[in-house]
């Protein structure tokens, strides 16, 4: 399909469990417009996973069914967007591979990321070959594709940067542009907090999940936290700090979001109220997105087709970037003759 730009985005999620709303909000309403205006490489990067959870690898593989469920039904098309796993298409570790021999150690080690992660996780051993390397694996996953355009949040610009300096490495060694250096495309990123007021993640069990039923949901929104200054009825409110109002700008028409912003300064509205006001505009714009995932539930073979086939277009550009990378590193083999 024509699109208005030619140049490619790639974009990966880590199969470690279900897909919350932060996800949902967060990462595929973006990757719905640019797949309309990009050539996009959507990617189950399961093999990411596997650097924090190579002890349990179980979560990894029913987590792809999962989150693709998950991408089709929020509306990743698979005739915009190349759809695949990133295990099924080698050439990534390959490139990986020819990319670690010209990258220094100490690049690595001074990601940002690396040492915070380490740091925070007590429980697993990151003390890995695996997890030192996994920004170079990412730099990998776009350099494959000849990516100009990596959508991330300002947490990730670190590991852009770092792609663009091996990169710029690989063509001053081999003298050649094949590899293009990417350009973070920086996202608004809505900023979804969890029922307890912190960022919406798994690790903190705050979540609201996309497969949770209506019930469920409805049962965490009433639980969540809302302004914790106010502790009465009467009480004013401050929106600003409630996670339910960041809802509501996401869901709420305009005039009501108006409406419940001034309503809550004033305690004209009480929290209760406040949220079976949310969870009717959240239900109907989750309802398309709920029965397109029953459906998709009952027939996973559409997903494992839509895999298979986007595995197969993803390999196809890879392994002719392979093609080039070898033959400029001086390393095609004899196959070739
Ligand atoms: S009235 Fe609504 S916006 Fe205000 S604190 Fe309560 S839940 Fe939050």
Same mark, same amino acid.
């Given at each position: 399909?024509?699109?208005?730009?030619?140049? !490619?985005?790639?974009?990966?999620? $880590?199969?470690?469990?279900?897909?919350?709303?932060?996800?949902?909000?967060? !990462?595929?309403?973006?990757?719905?417009?640019?797949?309309?205006?990009?050539?996009?490489?959507?990617?189950?990067?399961?093999?990411?996973?596997?650097?924090?959870?190579?002890?349990?690898?179980?979560? @990894?593989?029913?987590? @792809?069914?999962?989150?693709?469920?998950?991408?089709?039904?929020?509306?990743?098309?698979?005739?915009?967007? !190349?759809?695949?796993?990133?295990?099924?298409?080698?050439?990534?570790?390959?490139?990986?591979?020819?990319?670690?021999?010209?990258? +220094?150690?100490?690049?690595?080690?001074?990601?940002?990321?690396?040492?915070?992660?380490?740091?925070?996780?007590?429980?697993?051993?990151?003390?890995?070959?695996?997890?030192?390397?996994?920004?170079?694996?990412?730099?990998?996953?776009?350099? @494959?594709?000849?990516?100009?355009?990596?959508?991330?949040?300002?947490?990730?610009?670190?590991?852009?940067?770092?792609?663009?300096?091996? @990169?710029?490495?690989?063509?001053?060694?081999?003298? =050649?542009?094949?590899?293009?250096?990417?350009?973070?495309?920086?996202?608004?990123?809505?900023?979804?907090?969890?029922?307890?007021?912190?960022?919406?993640?798994?690790?903190?069990?705050?979540?609201?999940?996309?497969?949770?039923?209506?019930? =469920?949901?409805?049962?965490?929104?009433?639980?969540?936290? =809302?302004?914790?200054?106010?502790?009465?009825?009467?009480?004013?409110?401050?929106?600003?700090?409630?996670?339910?109002?960041?809802?509501?700008?996401?869901?709420? +028409?305009?005039?009501?979001?108006?409406?419940?912003?001034?309503?809550? $300064?004033?305690?004209?509205?009480?929290?209760?109220?406040?949220?079976?006001?949310?969870? =009717?505009?959240?239900?109907?714009?989750?309802?398309?997105?709920?029965?397109?995932?029953?459906?998709?539930?009952?027939?996973?073979?559409?997903?494992?087709?839509?895999?298979?086939?986007?595995?197969?277009?993803?390999?196809?550009?890879?392994?002719?970037?392979? $093609?080039?990378?070898?033959?400029?590193?001086?390393?095609?083999?004899?196959?070739?003759?």
């Amino acid at each position: 399909m024509t699109k208005p730009h030619k140049e !490619v985005v790639v974009s990966g999620m $880590r199969p470690t469990g279900k897909l919350h709303l932060g996800h949902f909000f967060g !990462v595929l309403k973006n990757w719905r417009e640019l797949q309309k205006n990009y050539i996009c490489y959507f990617f189950v990067a399961d093999w990411h996973s596997l650097t924090t959870e190579y002890a349990q690898t179980e979560v @990894i593989q029913k987590s @792809i069914t999962d989150i693709v469920i998950d991408w089709l039904a929020a509306g990743i098309n698979p005739d915009q967007a !190349v759809l695949f796993v990133q295990s099924q298409v080698p050439e990534h570790a390959e490139l990986h591979l020819l990319l670690s021999m010209i990258t +220094p150690l100490s690049w690595l080690e001074r990601v940002p990321s690396y040492k915070e992660l380490k740091q925070e996780n007590k429980i697993k051993d990151l003390s890995t070959y695996g997890f030192l390397g996994y920004p170079l694996l990412q730099t990998s996953d776009v350099a @494959i594709y000849k990516a100009k355009h990596i959508p991330v949040g300002q947490d990730q610009v670190a590991h852009i940067e770092l792609a663009r300096e091996i @990169i710029r490495r690989f063509a001053h060694l081999y003298s =050649t542009n094949i590899l293009l250096e990417p350009r973070a495309l920086l996202t608004q990123g809505a900023k979804i907090l969890g029922t307890d007021g912190r960022k919406m993640s798994k690790s903190y069990d705050n979540c609201v999940y996309l497969s949770d039923s209506v019930e =469920t949901a409805h049962k965490k929104f009433m639980a969540y936290i =809302t302004d914790p200054q106010r502790m009465r009825r009467q009480d004013p409110g401050n929106p600003d700090v409630c996670p339910i109002y960041g809802f509501h700008q996401l869901v709420t +028409p305009l005039g009501q979001v108006e409406e419940i912003n001034k309503g809550c $300064r004033s305690a004209a509205i009480g929290c209760v109220d406040c949220k079976k006001n949310l969870l =009717t505009h959240l239900n109907a714009s989750l309802e398309e997105f709920r029965d397109k995932r029953k459906a998709l539930e009952k027939n996973p073979k559409v997903v494992y087709d839509i895999l298979k086939e986007g595995s197969l277009k993803a390999s196809k550009v890879a392994a002719a970037t392979l $093609r080039e990378v070898r033959s400029a590193m001086g390393m095609e083999g004899y196959a070739s003759k």
